[in-house]
């Protein structure tokens, strides 16, 4: 590690533990309980995501819950022993208060390592779209940033990175109150998939409800279309992740792809973890890339 600090992040990232490796980003574990048996999140290693996704929908009872205080004060400590700086992200404050509990430990810590850096940014983002930003911030830290000049660049453009979902199963949508047991019915007899994104507070927003999955799938690249950085000269990376639904998540990259060619690098495809994807269900797709801030 040539640097004098770590970059850090949530494993709602939803990365790979073999591409966070690669990259040098640590991960703290969120925690997930399954039929009343702990696991943690930790990136498929305690439970491979098909188990996860199979137990889901065979009406296994999951709850999910985030990193508290405690947890960060270890971890935070760790790395402050060792004469580290600290920049942590973490899972959007919008559908998470893990934020609160990294600010907390970071102000206890700050006490005790005075002369040392703990930034804790709020990503207000999540999945692969939260990864996407710790991608880009992995790249400035190796070209030599500094922890002030990643810290600035994360707080300023964290709002530059789109995140546009949508889902082709609805029942866990009825299941988290999202929509009515009628709804549902009706939705799934003219199948309809509904398209969300993320919005300037890290919360997820309904978009439109689409009937048939081909005419969403060609909808969310549209969306890229309109929102990326540069249109269809878009140039930077563009991350996927999905939940049990592999070929759904391929055809949307095999779009993007076609649509921009000046992409770099192919399409990235992620799973969607445990904590995330007790909440969405199998079935969704979520695209992400830098483009115009969120509203």
């Not at 969306?223 to 949307?252: H, P, R, T, W």
């Amino acid at each position: 590690m040539g640097n004098s600090y770590v970059l850090s992040c949530c494993s709602t990232a939803d990365l790979s533990k073999e591409y966070l490796e690669q990259r040098d980003i640590h991960y703290i574990c969120f925690h997930l309980q399954i039929d009343g048996k702990e696991y943690m999140d930790d990136l498929g290693q305690s439970i491979p995501f098909p188990d996860f996704y199979k137990a889901l929908v065979a009406g296994a009872a999951s709850k999910t819950s985030q990193v508290n205080a405690d947890e960060y004060l270890t971890y935070f400590r760790s790395f402050l022993e060792r004469g580290l700086d600290v920049l942590h992200l973490c899972l959007s404050s919008g559908i998470s208060g893990t934020y609160n509990s990294a600010q907390l430990a970071a102000k206890t810590l700050q006490e005790e390592f005075p002369f040392r850096k703990v930034y804790i940014v709020d990503s207000l983002g999540a999945s692969s779209g939260y990864g996407l930003l710790m991608d880009k911030l992995a790249d400035m830290r190796d070209e030599g940033k500094t922890i002030d000049e990643v810290w600035n660049f994360a707080l300023a453009n964290r709002l530059n990175l789109n995140h546009w979902f949508f889902s082709t199963d609805l029942s866990f949508y009825v299941k988290g109150g999202r929509i009515s047991r009628s709804a549902y019915v009706l939705g799934s007899a003219l199948g309809i998939c509904p398209l969300l994104n993320m919005d300037s507070e890290g919360k997820l927003i309904p978009q439109d409800r689409i009937r048939t999955k081909n005419k969403v799938i060609r909808t969310i690249v549209q969306k890229m279309v309109e929102n990326a950085k540069g249109g269809l000269e878009y140039n930077e990376k563009c991350f996927i992740s999905q939940s049990a639904c592999l070929e759904d998540a391929q055809a949307v990259a095999d779009l993007v792809e076609k649509t921009f060619p000046k992409l770099n690098g192919k399409v990235m495809i992620n799973d969607i973890g445990t904590v995330i994807g007790t909440h969405t269900g199998p079935g969704t797709v979520a695209l992400f890339f830098w483009g115009r801030e969120r509203a």
